[in-house]
């Protein structure tokens, strides 16, 4: 199988699409569409977030570049090793994952960063043939609670036998793979101090010792 993203002009979810349309008008020199995901299809590791933030992922058409929830992964995946280059906050920067992919649980940027079950749903059908597709895969990192259930969706696990919780590790036997939770690298939760700096870099420290 060879993974195929969303085309940029996707119909599946009605919502989005008008805010896209809204926001072309708006925003003209901005990407404005599905965002595709960072890093290669071999890597050892996926990152699942909730969607492209306006003014960050959908002006860029890259995940988590030009925002605060960037801001904050990025340059601890480069500290452990897992990139290389400078985070310039443009698609274009020259920054590179090692070993990591970044994309999310919806491809488009939803009204006030809150998307809904369909559009979770509809965007699925991307999620897991992105899954299907990375034959080296071996940890699953979701950020926030609703990464951590599209991924146990699509992967037909039972949400109740899976709590979120950060730090949690969950074994995921019929794929093979772990799964490990992290409250989102957003700017509320950092703000708020529900996630700080030093709790994300034990999770990510966590990801490369799982991997050795």
């Given at each position: ?39 290669s ?34 340059p ?6 897992f ?61 926030g ?17 899976f ?7 969950h ?20 703000n ?21």
């Open positions: 199988m060879t993974f195929c993203p969303p085309d940029k002009n996707c119909k599946n979810c009605q919502r989005l699409v008008c805010f896209r349309e809204d926001n072309k008008i708006k925003f003209p020199t901005y990407y404005n569409g599905p965002v595709p995901a960072f890093g299809l071999n890597s050892e590791v996926l990152i699942v977030g909730l969607a492209p933030g306006l003014n960050g992922a959908n002006q860029t058409g890259r995940p988590f570049t030009n925002d605060y929830a960037g801001d904050v992964l990025y601890i995946l480069k500290k452990y090793g990139a290389e280059g400078n985070y310039g906050k443009v698609a274009n920067d020259g920054f590179e994952l090692l070993n990591v992919r970044v994309t999310n649980s919806v491809r488009c940027v939803p009204p006030q960063n809150k998307v809904t079950g369909d559009e979770v749903k509809n965007c699925g059908k991307f999620l897991i043939d992105e899954i299907a597709d990375m034959p080296n895969l071996k940890i699953i990192l979701t950020l609670s609703v990464a951590h259930n599209a991924v146990l969706g699509v992967l037909g696990y039972k949400k109740a036998a709590k979120f919780g950060h730090g949690n590790l074994k995921l036997d019929k794929h093979n793979v772990l799964m490990l939770n992290s409250y989102h690298t957003s700017r509320y939760n950092i708020t101090g529900v996630l700080t700096y030093k709790m994300f870099e034990k999770i990510v420290k966590t990801l490369k010792e799982k991997l050795c």
